[in-house]
């Protein structure tokens, strides 16, 4: 969902360069807070100048969706750099031995907690298009001694993973950013084993909300602009094959908008 004021390639080049920038400035030490607050705001800006969006930062973005066990056994890095609008590790019901897919993989703090769940004979991959976001990514696996994962750059409308080589994929309010999303969503269905699942986190708008109405209510770099519907979310699943597919609003980002878990399936063969 391109804005009327920018093209799709517009637009993934700003998200690039955002999600550069954030990279960076975690890596001088930034908070998530501060990191998370400017995304939301500053993003808003443009060349005529800065509008006021009202989105309560530390509620509906960043290290808060993730509990003080987690956050123990991780590299501080990785939770200054936690962007996303929810915990899809919490909700992905992860096995031992599983193989799992991070699509948008940031600063890899859902790579190494699902790492840590699915254990040494288990595998986490994480996709990411930042050059930034994946050094930091593989610093933190450093630090935190994980063996089992493996970060990869590209993007997630085209994912460098074969088909049916996942057993669970999840992301953290990244698909919302995305300039095509129907093919993440067959990519997803692509790269799953048949019977495989996905738990992403996202931000999804109430289904009276018209494209502009979500533009208004915050950028397309800040989460907000580029998100779903909950019944596009359910069409475009559907579409490219998945059952079971449903959405849960968890919390509200801004008016009508909200920090949702997005579950399905793709059929057993």
Known sequence: MASASHTKEELLDEVRQRYAWAATAVGRGVSTTEVNDSLRVVAACDSSGCGSVDVAVDESFGAAFYDSDDQEVLPAEAIAASLGCGNPT?????????????????????????????????????????????????????????????????????????????????????????????????????????????GISDVVAENHLTADDRADRGSYVGCIAGALSKQEYLTGLAEVGFVHAEVEFTHEAVPGMHGAIIRATKPSA
Do not use: H, W
């Open 90 to 198: 919490a909700v992905a019901e992860l096995r031992a031995g599983e193989k799992v897919l991070d699509l948008g993989s940031g600063g890899g703090i859902d790579v190494l907690l699902s790492a840590r769940r699915v254990g040494q004979t288990g595998f986490a991959y994480g996709v990411d298009m930042t050059d930034e976001m994946l050094e930091l990514a593989r610093a933190n696996a450093e630090k935190a001694g994980a063996t089992n994962v493996e970060f990869l750059k590209g993007t997630i409308e085209d994912v460098p993973l074969a088909g049916a080589s996942v057993d669970m994929v999840i992301s953290n309010c990244v698909i919302n950013l995305s300039v095509d999303k129907p093919k993440v969503l067959a990519e997803m269905y692509r790269v799953l084993v048949p019977g495989g699942r996905i």
